[in-house]
């Protein structure tokens, strides 16, 4: 039977503890909205998407502590990430300016072209707000964020469009032949007979794609 999806793509969830970030992964895997406990370590979903030319990327989230004592193994499992939300609480200034530091570890550790959606969680709670939407919007232009985005994973509202978005980033850079896999390791794996530019016949590290 053939895969229901074309590409799998390794996606990672970044930010600090208490932001949201476990809550989104289950909505948009689940449907549903979960007040998760603090993650520990790194837990792993996924969910298929539509992009653009009738394909279909598997997306595999690795969802990451946002402690200090785990950013050691948060780190081991951003190599070769594809793609990324980083993720920051509009109720929590601090939050936004944490996510300089991890940026720069996607920037350092990640593939160089990765696609990277800035997303501020907790927009149901507008009336607590210490984030505007513009100061957001511009952090993510001045530091070369394409995409920036407020969701709820409490209503739903734009948790979709958040990895979609990443989604769509990713299938743009493999149909432009951005990612060449037959050379080097990525968080990336094509389904055999699929279609690109650069048709790709293997797989990622371990750590993406089992």
């Known amino acids: 039977m053939s895969a229901p999806w074309d590409y799998i793509a390794k996606v990672i969830c970044l930010g600090d503890s208490g932001t949201g970030k476990s809550s989104l992964t289950v909505r948009l895997c689940e449907g549903r909205f979960n007040k998760t406990d603090v993650t520990i370590g790194v837990e792993l979903d996924s969910r298929v998407v539509d992009v653009d030319d009738g394909k279909k990327i598997k997306l595999q989230i690795w969802d990451t502590a946002g402690q200090e004592q785990y950013r050691s193994v948060t780190n081991s499992y ?8 980083l993720v920051y609480d509009i109720t929590r200034k601090d939050t936004l300016s944490h996510v300089q ?12 072209h990765i696609s990277i959606v800035l997303v501020g969680n907790k927009c149901d709670l507008a009336d ?8 957001a919007a511009a ?3 001045e530091n070369g964020i394409n995409f920036h985005v407020e969701t709820s994973a409490k209503t739903g509202e734009s948790v979709e469009r ?4 990443v989604a769509q980033e990713i299938y743009r850079n493999i149909r432009d032949g951005v990612y060449d896999p037959r050379g080097k390791n990525t968080g990336l794996k094509v389904k055999l007979g ?14 993406c794609c089992s």
Not at 101 to 112: A, Q, T, Y
Not at 162 to 165: L, N
Not at 196 to 207: G, W
């Open 194 to 207: 699929t279609d690109s530019r650069r048709t790709v016949h293997r797989q990622a590290d371990s750590q």
């Open 101 to 112: 530091r991890w940026l720069s570890d996607l920037r350092n550790l990640g593939e160089p």
């Open 139 to 141: 952090w993510a232009k």
């Open 162 to 165: 958040a990895f979609v978005e």
């Open 78 to 85: 951003i190599r070769n990430a594809t793609g990324a939300l």
């Open 128 to 135: 607590r707000r210490q984030v505007s939407t513009e100061e």
